[in-house]
Antibody
């Protein structure tokens, strides 16, 4: 069974950092692109970042470019999102999602909550 | 990277059909076949319902169908059922390896 489990969320002060993890099981991570998508309280889904299968290609939403870094360790079947210079508007549930290569995320995790507050 | 425009809500009685529109531009919806639709029950993981405009993943009922005309994509739910009540989001490739989601539509089964 395909499973994606996010972790690493929590409460952080503005300007702080946090690293999210997404552990994959039930499939071979290296065969897939991966995305991070977030949902602020009461708002809709917003795409954050994408990484290709071997980690050599990444892309970001303008709102996080220069502050967030997506990476992966295929040997550990884990995707990461390093978030620096966090702002209140980064408060959201962060989901990781699997992409078979057609930009249709076919499996999602349950999400991890990040709260940026003083 | 402006969000694709969806109606805030649609509703229908059990057995009826509802259609959700998703309007973008030639830089996203109109320019690519990579349009997907995702069902989201609050507190749960989103679920892929349609990909590549009109393809259904294994296990998704054929009551769900997708289409596209110009810069607008649509999701139709035929034979509406109680379990279809959820939030629905369209998503499109927007070039340069980026994605854009729609504003989301709440489907209510009356």
């Amino acid at each position: 069974e395909v499973q994606l489990v996010e972790s690493g969320g929590g409460v952080v002060q503005p300007g702080g950092s946090l690293r999210l993890s997404c552990e994959a099981s039930g499939f071979t991570l290296i065969s897939y692109w991966m995305h991070w998508v977030r949902q602020a309280p009461g708002k809709g889904l917003v795409w954050v970042s994408r990484i290709n299968s071997d980690g050599s290609g990444t892309s970001y939403a303008d709102s996080v470019k220069g502050r967030f870094t997506i990476s992966r360790d295929n040997a550990k079947n884990t995707l990461y999102l390093q978030m620096n210079s966090l702002r209140a508007e980064d408060t959201a549930i962060y989901y990781c999602a699997r992409d078979p290569g057609n930009y249709g995320s076919d499996h999602w995790g349950q999400g991890t909550l990040v709260t940026v507050s003083s | 990277q402006s969000a694709l425009i969806q109606p805030r809500s649609v509703s229908g009685s059990p057995g009826q059909s509802v259609t959700i529109s998703c309007t973008g531009s030639s830089s996203d919806v109109g320019g690519y076949i990579y349009v997907s639709w995702h069902q989201h029950h609050p507190g749960k993981a989103p679920k892929l319902m349609i990909y590549d405009v009109n393809k259904r993943p294994s296990g998704v009922p054929d009551r769900f169908s997708g289409s596209k005309s110009g810069n607008t994509a649509s999701l139709t739910i035929s034979g509406l059922q109680a379990e279809d009540e959820a939030d629905y989001y369209c998503c499109s490739y927007a070039g340069s390896y980026t994605l854009v989601f729609g504003t989301g539509t709440k489907v209510t089964v009356l």
